[in-house]
Nanobody, 119 residues
Framework: QVQLVESGGGLVQAGGSLRLSCAASGRSFSPPAMGWFRQAPGKEREFVASIVWGSGTPYYDGSVKVIFAIHRGRPKNTLYLQMSTLKAEGTAVYYC????????????WGQGTQVTVSS
């Protein structure tokens, strides 16, 4: 099992930017894919973005395409989500997840980091 730890959440004004990080344990961490999800108060968890770990190919939910960017970087076991032009509806707990066995099934999850966008 992999441990995922998110950081970077906080309070930001509408229109502002925030970068979330997700650090994965393990020296040879190379899952088929990783992703970011979010859960707003009173709503179900929803997909935000994902990345094919080897190639770096990103995928986005249509609502965040262009304004969010997912990428992996140094340290190598770290996943990022750069969020810009944040809106109040972006307020949620953001989770990173790893698809360890492929097939876009996410089987390892972090504890989440709170993002609050004030209007």
């Amino acid at each position: 099992q992999v441990q995922l730890v998110e950081s970077g959440g906080g309070l930001v004004q509408a229109g502002g930017s925030l970068r979330l990080s997700c650090a994965a344990s393990g020296r040879s961490f190379s899952p088929p894919a990783m992703g970011w999800f979010r859960q707003a108060p009173g709503k179900e968890r929803e997909f935000v973005a994902s990345i094919v770990w080897g190639s770096g190919t990103p995928y986005y939910d249509g609502s965040v395409k262009v304004i969010f960017a997912i990428h992996r970087g140094r340290p190598k076991n770290t996943l990022y989500l750069q969020m810009s032009t944040l809106k109040a509806e972006g307020t949620a707990v953001y989770y990173c997840a790893a698809s360890l066995r492929g097939g876009w099934n996410y089987d390892s999850w972090g504890q989440g980091t709170q993002v609050t966008v004030s209007s």
